[in-house]
Every structure is written in C-alpha cells, then in structure tokens.
C-alpha cells in the first residue's frame, strides 16, 4: 500500500490539480468512483442522507448507460457528479487520442465538468489538453476500501486518522469495495459529525 495521505511534494509537482478545498471551515468533501453500482450506490445515498451530507459521485460513463435511473438518484438528492472515463482508462497506459475520446463518451452521460483520472494516472500531456475544459479533482486521503488485503477496521482507521479540514476523501461505490467502504464511511461520518463537521459536494465553482 502506497500513502493514504498524499505527500506535499507531489502537490506541489501537480499544482494545477485540487487536492483539497481549504477555507478556514470544518469542512470535508467525500467522494465516491467508480459507480453508479446498484445495491451499492442507493446504499451510500441512504448513509449520506441520514446524516445531512452531500458528497461527489465521480461516474463511470458505461455505468451510467447500464443504471441511468441511479445516476439520476445520485442528482436528486443532491450530489454532485463528474467524468471517470467511460471505460475506466488509466491515462499512463493509453494514448492520448483514445483517453480524450473515452472521456468525450462518458461526458455524453455525465454532465459535469469535474474529472477525476482513474487510479490518479494521468499524463502531463493529458493534463495540459484536459485542464481547458475540465476541473481536474485529485484527492488529499485515499481510504484503500478496494483492496481485499485490509479490514474495513483498517479501512476506517486510514479515513479518520488521515482526514483534516478541507480534505477530499475518496472511497468507491462498487461492488469490490463495498463491505470496506461502507463501514469505513458510516465511521468517518459518525466521526467528524461529532465534532461539527460538514460534508458538502464539490462543485465546479468552489
């Protein structure tokens, strides 16, 4: 397992991407990948909402095609949305024409112009082309709920000792994460809800 926080170094190499939201508040930005997934997703939305918060859903364009009626859940009750390809590329092992392509697809879904790349990998070339068009949303914790190597105990640990004002969390609505994730966000909420926290969705103008 790599960093569950992101080093400073690595900010400050990429400092055309966000990757946190600092303004003085008590405030933290969840994020979900890889979704809409069903049994998966409705179950987040059903968290969030017991506990007033808002979060972003960065959407799988093929998943989107395949359970349009849970994108538009995510929307109704509030959340924000953007692009994580439509396949799921990692920017480092694909060309540029195809990457740019394969977001074009999603985008046809996803009306957003939030993009998160998938596993984080992206090219500078990349970056340069997509930062025009896109608000490119990296993240300042990563709760590793996807690997089947940790517990959701351990998966939860990562998120709560990790996580500060202004942090963007990122877990995963999917069915390889879902047990972790579940767990490690109910945890995190019940958490910082305790200690006045708001959870807010990132929008393209904040």
């Known amino acids: 397992m790599v960093a569950v926080r992101i080093p ?32 998966i997703t409705p179950r987040v939305l059903g968290l969030l909402k017991e506990y007033d918060a808002k979060a972003t859903f960065f959407c799988i364009g093929r998943n989107v095609e395949h359970y349009p009626g849970l994108y538009r859940m995510i929307l109704d009750n509030g959340h924000t949305v953007g692009n994580h390809t439509y396949s799921h590329l990692a920017g480092w092992k694909t060309r540029n024409t195809e990457y740019y392509q394969d977001i074009e697809l999603a985008g046809c879904m996803v009306n957003s112009t939030l993009f998160r790349p998938p596993y984080g990998r992206i090219k500078r070339s990349q970056l340069k082309h997509l930062v025009n068009k896109y608000k490119i949303i990296m993240w300042d914790v990563m709760s590793y709920d996807f690997d089947r ?20 969390v990122v ?12 767990f490690a966000a109910e945890g995190l909420l019940k958490t910082l809800a305790g200690k006045n926290y708001k959870f807010k969705s990132i929008t393209s103008e904040g």
């Not at 877990?171 to 579940?182: Q, Y």
Request: aromatic share 10%.
């Open 8 to 39: 400073v170094i690595v900010k400050k190499l990429y400092y055309s991407l966000i990757w946190d939201i600092r303004d003085g508040s008590r405030t933290v930005y969840l994020t979900f990948d890889d979704g809409p997934t069903p049994d």
């Open 149 to 168: 190597n940790i517990t959701k105990q351990q998966c939860l640990q990562n998120v709560v000792n990790h996580t500060r004002p202004g942090s963007i």
């Open 171 to 182: 877990f995963h609505d999917s069915v390889k994460a879902g047990e972790r994730m579940l």
